[in-house]
């Protein structure tokens, strides 16, 4: 029975941090578009997506956009990080 | 490190190599991935060059999605919008647009050229424990 929620815990583990990664690159794609955005032109027009839909925002709203972004992202990847110290401790539990 | 070697049994030797040739297949499978990519970049870049040159005034169709596409007409053929990701998009001249894909594509080919030695390493280390487990086997017999 030990061995079977050993087994289940790895699993979600891995798929923690498998998540943890794609939402950190995330992150990355972030700091790469606010980059573009603050250094470009101010009469260039920027759009932001609505499911396919672009809608033309300034530059205050994209880079208020990405910080919204940016601070979900931060709080799910606490959260992860979070529940991958839980299921560590589990794990140490369980193998002692 | 030379006593760890020695203590390693013919199972675990097995293992790294399975271990080892698992890794180069999904770095194939990367890799194999980013060159779709490239390819893709290359193909809008060449459409771009087109449309500088020669797309003033033209008729095209433009796509809606499913199969479907409408009748349009290019104004302006250097007012073109690109992704920056996050969801937001950035007009652009057509040279913007062309530069951007251009310094995407490099970066592709840094990964992929890194994949590349990752992947030469990895058979390196898969030659060298086949030839570890070739030693040990008239041991076994």
Redesign the interface.
């Given at each position: 029975m030990e061995a079977v929620r050993a087994y289940e815990l790895e699993l979600e583990l891995r798929q923690v941090r498998e998540l943890r990664k794609a939402i950190e690159l995330k992150m990355k794609e972030l700091e790469y578009a606010e980059g573009l955005i603050t250094a470009t032109k101010s009469e260039r027009k920027i759009y932001r997506s609505f499911a396919d839909l672009l809608v033309e925002v300034t530059k205050d709203e994209a880079i208020e956009h990405i910080e919204s972004l940016r601070l979900a992202y931060r709080r799910e990847i606490e959260r992860l990080k979070q529940r991958e110290k839980e299921i560590m401790e589990e794990l140490v539990k369980l193998r002692s | 490190m030379a006593e760890e070697k020695k203590v390693r049994t013919l199972e675990q030797i097995q293992d790294e190599i399975r271990s080892y040739l698992g890794e180069i297949e999904y770095l194939r499978s990367q890799i194999g991935a980013i060159d779709a990519t490239i390819a893709d970049l290359r193909i809008v870049d060449a459409t771009l060059a087109y449309i500088k040159e020669k797309g003033k005034g033209k008729s095209i169709y433009i796509p809606l999605g499913s199969g479907v596409a409408i009748k349009g007409k290019i104004e302006n053929p250097d007012d073109v919008?690109m992704?920056?990701?996050?969801?937001?998009?950035?007009?652009?001249t057509i040279d913007e647009a062309r530069e951007n894909i251009e310094k995407r594509i490099n970066a592709l080919m840094n990964l992929r050229l890194a994949l590349l030695r990752k992947i030469e390493e990895d058979t390196r280390k898969v030659n060298e424990l086949l030839k570890e487990l070739q030693e040990m086997q008239p041991e076994k017999k």
């Open positions: - | 919008i992704d920056v990701g996050a969801g937001i998009l950035v007009g652009a």
